[in-house]
């Protein structure tokens, strides 16, 4: 009911920057969240950032003053902003959509199929 997808992973040497997109699309509530989880090889998911509707954001502290999670509500996009990265980084990248999709207004996730970042040292 709601799709996720996401964009702009690849490689990058460490203490460069990407940006990751990713778009929900289909029915989508006005008040959601959504948030970036990653997973490196051999250990388990792991969150990363998430933003509501509002703008509030919060950062796994690793991250924080690396990463910038924004959104553009009309797009129902959110982008991740990594800056300074470090071959620590290096994951395959998910983000997932929070939010009702019917009268009941219980929130359900959706994930997107996730974006490989590659931080070379």
């Known amino acids: 009911q709601v799709q996720v997808v996401e964009s702009g992973g690849g490689l990058v040497q460490a203490g460069g920057s990407l940006r990751l997109s990713c778009e929900a699309s289909?029915?989508?509530?006005?008040?959601?969240?959504m948030a970036w989880y990653r997973q490196a090889p051999g250990k388990q998911r792991e969150w990363v950032a998430g933003?509501?509707?509002?703008?509030?954001?919060n950062y796994e502290d690793s991250v924080k003053g690396r990463f910038t999670i924004s959104r553009d509500n009309r797009k129902s996009t959110v982008y991740l902003q990594m800056n300074s990265l470090k071959p620590e980084d290096t994951a395959v990248y998910y983000c997932?959509?929070?939010?009702?999709?019917?009268?009941?207004?219980?929130?359900?996730?959706?994930w997107g199929q996730g974006t490989q970042v590659t931080v070379s040292s």
């Open positions: 997932t959509y929070r939010g009702p999709t019917d009268s009941s207004l219980v929130p359900h996730d959706y």
């Open positions: 289909g029915k989508i509530f006005v008040f959601n969240a």
């Open positions: 933003i509501t509707t509002s703008g509030t954001t």
